[in-house]
């Protein structure tokens, strides 16, 4: 049994690595929203607005899938 | 003694009263069965008026089905909606002008939202009134809106020409803010501010109420001086109340339909055609079902994808 600082697993992470921690990814799933967004609204390119719904897309999905891991 | 005797309380004589084979059957459910019993028909009713709608037009957004012909064979088309919206220069500039509606909302009902909250939190004599007042345009439909602001914005007799005029010296039948390709952007954006400058103002009111007294206490200990005050204490204290009223503007700015169709319809031309309302022309005038499914899901995934920043925004304003 060990008492101190937090060990690889994270002190919530039953067993899971630090690195699927909720905070970090759904910083990054909002991020890949907001540019979606941000693509599909622009002016200037017509290249970054056809690809604002895939990636608009793909941080909801990552949002949805992350929102589960622990904190 | 006999067995007749009345039962004692409410409960017992209830379930006395009770059919014996529904005692029964009941009796013989567990706690989380009775649940789902209670909770299902929302269920039901969810699912019917909300997942399956969605789930069709998923599936019809990858077909060429048109509503005005049930009886054409149905063509299965693949992305092609979605390669022909996402490459469209039309159905850009429709996302051009949701964003410089969706922009400039944001930015007049923010600055004027937190400006009146800031004042109105001085508590001065009847700002209970002065709030109220406030408040009434967030109160109406915005079907009233749309068509109360037709007749102010009416070149000849309406108000809001001579409100202009009276300022700038300009004849009022000089500008007409509808008819204009360079003012009917502004005209709806001037509308929407209208509306919902007070719902901004009420939520940043909330965030400047929340701030603690004995902060600004400590401040004046320190002589800060009122904008020092208002740029280290006010400002970042309330941010993540703002954050939450333009998050929450945006969104519904990005799905503004009602207002917008009864004060321009889209005109003159296409300058305040709105996503909304070129999906409405898609699929209720050109009738192409298949196509217009495909943007409603795009819209759709835009909308959602803001709501998660918005849920997520909203849990960090909790925690303060």
């Known amino acids: 049994m060990s008492i101190g600082p937090a060990n690889e697993t994270g002190s919530s992470g039953r067993g899971r690595p630090r690195f699927f921690r909720r905070g970090p990814w759904e910083a990054v799933a909002v991020a890949v929203i907001a540019a979606g967004v941000l693509m599909l609204l622009q002016p200037f390119s017509l290249a970054l607005y056809s690809y604002s719904f895939v990636t608009t897309l793909a941080g909801v999905v990552l949002f949805t899938v992350v929102s589960k891991f622990p904190e | ?320």
């Open chain 2, 1 to 320: 003694m006999n067995g007749t005797l009345p039962p004692k309380s409410l409960a017992e004589r209830a379930a006395l009263a009770t059919p014996p084979t529904v005692a029964m059957r009941v009796r013989g459910l567990s706690d989380r069965a009775v649940a789902w019993i209670f909770i299902a028909p929302t269920i039901v009713l969810l699912l019917a008026i909300n997942i399956f709608p969605l789930i069709w037009t998923i599936q019809l957004s990858f077909t060429n089905y048109r509503a005005n012909r049930p009886n054409a064979p149905v063509r299965n088309v693949g992305i092609d909606n979605y390669h022909s919206i996402l490459t469209d220069p039309d159905i850009w500039a429709a996302m051009q002008a949701t964003a410089h509606f969706v922009f400039w909302t944001i930015v007049l009902q923010t600055v004027i939202g937190f400006t009146l909250a800031w004042l109105i939190d001085r508590k001065f004599r009847g700002h209970g009134f002065w709030t109220t007042i406030i408040l009434i345009p967030m109160m109406l439909s915005p079907a009233v809106v749309g068509n109360f602001w037709r007749f102010l914005y009416q070149p000849q007799i309406g108000g809001f020409n001579y409100f202009v005029s009276f300022f700038t010296g300009l004849p009022p039948s000089s500008f007409e803010m509808i008819g204009s390709v360079k003012l009917a952007p502004w005209a709806i954006v001037v509308v929407d501010t209208w509306m919902w400058t007070p719902y901004v103002m009420l939520i940043c009111l909330a965030g400047l109420r929340s701030i603690p007294d004995y902060i600004y206490e400590a401040a004046e200990v320190d002589r800060a001086s009122p904008l020092r005050q208002f740029w280290s204490i006010t400002l970042p204290m309330a941010l993540p109340f703002i954050m939450l009223a333009v998050l929450f503007r945006g969104i519904e700015n990005f799905k503004m339909f009602d207002m917008v169709n009864l004060l321009t319809s889209g005109g003159p031309g296409s300058t305040t055609e709105v996503a909304s309302i070129t999906l409405k022309r898609e699929a209720f005038e050109k009738w192409r079902t298949g196509f217009s499914s495909a943007f409603a899901i795009i819209l759709f995934v835009t909308v959602f994808g803001l709501a998660n920043i918005y849920v997520k925004a909203l849990n960090r304003v909790k925690q303060r």
